[in-house]
């Protein structure tokens, strides 16, 4: 089946310093979603890639799409503690099932 | 609605009686899907809708567990004789469209607890 795979699995990180969560799959990806989910909440549509390496801010946040549409990442710089929460991304695939694959997440503490 | 609503939001049964959890997505909205969560964990594809059909099912465990939609709109999802190993929280979410043109909403989930 179908499988994304997202490192690291756990990040601990001070406050101010930067992060970054990387998303892999081993067959071309039709779209990617990043999605935010805090502690004890549901996931939150963060936002969607489509181009081949196109790159997306929203404010501290950098997505990425790789060239080949396999791979991407979620760089947060000078991280908060409001940052606190598990990022996951999710594909789609170019043939196959019409479903949302969720990656693995990544747990980012921001410690103050 | 605003969101996308889940029913009921906590739910314990005993092991071995059937259960059944509700959503109700965003109004307009055509895609539906339903994963389930273990603690600490990531989000397990169950099922896929698209309108009133379900076009893939492979993610559900067992043929214990069934879901229907009906109207395009509401969708339950069906456990018999549950299990401890069916104790999850079950999130359902909807998006406009499918082939990922859009983001897809969550509900709150329902937190079942099989005991």
């Known amino acids: 089946g179908q499988q994304v795979m997202q490192i690291p699995q756990y990040q601990h990180v001070q406050e101010g310093e930067d992060f970054t969560t990387y998303c892999n799959s081993s067959t071309t990806l039709s779209n990617i979603q990043w999605y935010k989910q805090r502690p004890g909440g549901h996931p939150v549509f963060l936002i969607q890639l489509v181009k081949s390496g196109e790159v997306k801010k929203q404010k501290r946040l950098t997505f990425q799409f790789g060239e080949a549409k396999k791979n991407s990442s979620l760089h947060i710089t000078a991280t908060q503690t409001t940052d606190v929460g598990t990022y996951f991304c999710?594909?789609?695939?170019?043939?196959?099932?019409?479903?949302?694959?969720f990656g693995t997440g990544t747990r980012l503490t921001v410690i103050p | 609605g605003a969101g996308v609503s889940q029913s009921p939001s906590n739910k314990v049964t005993e092991k071995g009686k059937d259960v059944e959890l509700r959503c109700d997505p965003i109004?307009?909205?055509?895609?539906l899907y339903w994963y389930r969560q273990s603690l600490g964990q990531g989000l397990e594809f169950l099922i896929y809708?698209?309108?009133?059909?379900?076009?893939?099912k492979s993610g559900l465990p067992s043929d214990r567990f069934s879901a229907e939609r009906t109207g395009g709109s509401v969708s339950t999802l069906t456990i018999q004789r549950t299990q401890q190993e069916d104790s999850a929280v079950y999130l359902c979410?909807?998006?406009?469209?499918?082939?990922?043109?859009?983001?897809?909403?969550f509900g709150q989930g329902t937190r079942l607890t099989v005991v």
């Open positions: 109004s307009g909205h055509t895609a």
């Open positions: 999710a594909a789609y695939y170019q043939t196959g099932a019409n479903n949302l694959f």
């Open positions: 979410a909807s998006s406009l469209a499918h082939l990922g043109q859009q983001g897809a909403f």
């Open positions: 809708f698209q309108g009133n059909s379900a076009p893939d």
